[in-house]
């Protein structure tokens, strides 16, 4: 058996008490404060690129960007970008041109894509950054995360959501699991949760470790270890 080379991938993702990452309109909600915001942002400058799905892009457009100027100093004095690769998994090349993932921030930007994926959207979007094409129908994961691996990016966080998540997991290619666990409750059958996804069967359950507990402001901070299979 071959072992494929990829970056050391983890998983950052604050939810409420129920599990939830954002309401049934699927609007972005502040969960966690400061303390929680600053912690992800050294997870980002720590990191070499940070990889969302389109379906956080299209609900959230979230920048992605490192917001502290102290941590875009030190990693511009290290020799690199002030911003970690900014990713987007999108199958379909469906990223709007005026993402404000292409406007704010400085540093390289990567779309994965299917084969699947229109020629002429594709075409717009690699005036934007690095297009990655792996897979016929839709993005096939372990194949990206290798060619990011031969790119030189050695370790990557993910920032969901619930669909990203679930393929990342089932395909066995994330390490740790840092969840930020909220003082609220969301509620609802169409609220997404951490992740979704066909589901593991009983037999196949994914097993994890916890590393670390630590109460952050109203919340609970949980770091898990993946136990591959």
């Known amino acids: 058996m071959i072992l494929m080379e990829r970056p050391f991938i983890f998983i950052n993702s604050a939810m409420s008490a129920d599990g939830k ?34 379906g956080t892009v299209l609900a959230d457009d979230p920048s992605l960007t490192v917001k502290s100027p102290e941590l875009q100093d030190k990693r511009i004095k290290a020799g690199l970008d002030e911003n970690p690769v900014r990713i987007i998994v999108d199958s379909n090349a469906r990223t709007p041109i005026g993402a404000d993932i292409f406007i704010k921030g400085k540093g ?53 959501g619930a669909t990203l998540n679930w393929g990342m997991l089932s ?42 507990s630590e109460k952050i402001e109203e919340g609970i901070l949980l770091k898990w270890k993946v136990l591959q299979k």
């Open 21 to 54: 990452i954002s309401t049934k309109e699927r609007k972005q909600i502040k969960i966690s404060g400061n303390i929680d915001f600053k912690r992800m942002d050294q997870l980002r400058a720590g990191s070499d690129a940070i990889m969302v799905g389109i």
């Open 108 to 160: 390289k930007r990567i779309i994965i894509v299917s084969e699947s994926a229109p020629p002429k959207k594709i075409a717009e979007l690699k005036e934007k950054g690095e297009i990655i094409v792996a897979g016929k129908d839709k993005v096939d994961l372990p194949e990206a995360m290798q060619e990011l691996k031969e790119r030189g990016i050695k370790q990557l966080m993910v920032e969901g």
């Open 171 to 212: 395909n066995g290619l994330v390490d740790e699991i840092y969840t930020f666990v909220g003082n609220v409750i969301i509620g609802g059958k169409t609220s997404p949760g951490f992740i979704d996804g066909a589901g593991f069967m009983e037999k196949e359950l994914l097993k994890l470790e916890l590393m670390d």
